[in-house]
Antibody, heavy 115, light 107 residues
Framework: EVQLVESGGALVQPGGSLRLSCAAS????????MSWVRQAPGKGLEWVAN????????YYLDSVKGRFTISRDNAKNSLYLQMNSLRAEDTAVYYC????????WGQGTLVTVSS | DIQMTQSPSSLSASVGDRVTITCRAS??????LAWFQHKPGKAPKSLIY???SLQGGVPSKFSGSGSGTDFTLTISSLQPEDFATYYC?????????FGQGTKVEIK
């Protein structure tokens, strides 16, 4: 069964940095677009960023552009989200999702930005 | 940005009911629309892609229709495990956007 496991969430102060990881298994990771999607407390789902199979194309939500960087390591079957200059409004559960149609999701990792 | 508007925002229904959720895009998105089911503390689950194609392993009681700006998700006979929040999402253009969600509750 396809598996996506996020990690790296933590409590961080405003202005701080965090790197999220998503470990993929049981499918050919290098052949899929991958995405990050978040859900703030009590809110709906919000797409954050995605990356093409070879990393040559990346797209971001306007509010995270210049602060977040999506990347991947196909040799390690891993997706990453480097989050800098974190704000309180970035507090959310962050999910990774597979493919253009987001057909498979991880369980999420919680990021809390607070002093 | 393309805005996705779902209706209703919430609904109460009984086991066995037929439920329909609608999603409207602020501009045409062809059939680049997906539907997801989300339960608290769980991973979102993909139900429908390309507006009407059922994801593998998803029961046929779920169906999707529509194209352009107007879409629907139908659950033919609601079961206890179907009580959840449902989201539509467009992936026609960036930024990808979700509807605000429809919470399906037990009557």
């Amino acid at each position: 069964e396809v598996q996506l496991v996020e990690s790296g969430g933590a409590l961080v102060q405003p202005g701080g940095s965090l790197r999220l990881s998503c470990a993929a298994s049981r499918f050919t990771f290098s052949t899929y677009w991958m995405s990050w999607v978040r859900q703030a407390p009590g809110k709906g789902l919000e797409w954050v960023a995605n990356i093409k199979q070879d990393g040559s194309e990346k797209y971001y939500l306007d509010s995270v552009k210049g602060r977040f960087t999506i990347s991947r390591d196909n040799a390690k079957n891993s997706l990453y989200l480097q989050m800098n200059s974190l704000r309180a409004e970035d507090t959310a559960v962050y999910y990774c999702a597979r493919g253009i149609d987001s057909d498979c999701w991880g369980q999420g990792t919680l990021v809390t930005v607070s002093s | 940005d393309i805005q996705m508007t779902q209706s209703p925002s919430s609904l109460s229904a009984s086991v066995g009911d037929r439920v329909t959720i609608t999603c409207r895009a602020s501009q045409g998105i062809s059939n680049y629309l997906a539907w997801f089911q989300h339960k608290p503390g769980k991973a979102p689950k993909s139900l429908i892609y390309a507006a009407s194609s059922l994801q593998g392993g998803v029961p046929s009681k779920f169906s999707g229709s529509g194209s352009g700006t107007d879409f629907t998700l139908t659950i033919s006979s609601l079961q206890p495990e179907d009580f959840a929040t449902y989201y539509c999402q467009q992936y026609k253009s960036y930024p990808w956007t979700f509807g605000q969600g429809t919470k399906v509750e037990i009557k």
